[in-house]
């Protein structure tokens, strides 16, 4: 009888000691960080224990979008081209920074307001594990637009017209589709412009 509850000790310890170090997935880090904040005096603590992203995340990816059109998009990199319409200079492209899934953690949408309603085209996250990332790019005649809830309404156009609802998961670093009924109306959104 001593033996198995030794031995029931040891698993219990093994099993905690091994949560401790294993990755985590993002949920986990969102119940800890609204639980227990991360420091922001600790930046460096804070991410390294928390998986939570540097501040300001999006300002390397706002200041490369600036540099393209202060530089006629010589910075293009081959990895994070530049949507012919913003080149074409046509329409006047800005950014958002919401949270859209709640998570304490912003994401950055680009996109255009010259239309009734804003249309995006490109969404930035911070992934727990790589950083930040694209999820997101289109344009051309498919586009985002954000929605009550921050539900994301997609129009895409592969030989016939398409429209769809999602939402943004930092689970899944991705987004889902999702039913919603009355289907909401996409809002128009001040966005702040890259060209100055």
Known sequence: MQKKSIGAICALAAVVLAGTFALKPAWFYRIYNTVNPPDPANETEARRLYKYPPKNWYNDTIEYYKEGYATNWANERDDLPFSDEMKDGKNTFGYLIRDLD??????????????????????????????????????????????????????????????????????????????VSPEPTPDKIELTPFKE
Do not use: H
């Open 102 to 179: 709640g998570d304490g953690v912003e994401e950055l949408m680009i996109g255009m307001d010259d239309k009734p309603q804003t249309r995006f085209t490109e969404i930035y996250i911070w992934n727990f594990n790589m950083g930040a990332r694209r999820i997101w790019f289109t344009g051309n005649g498919n586009y985002l637009y954000l929605c009550d809830n921050n539900i994301v309404r997609t129009d895409s156009w592969n030989g016939i017209e398409e429209t769809q609802f999602m939402e943004y998961s930092s689970e899944d670093n991705a987004m889902r589709i999702v039913q």
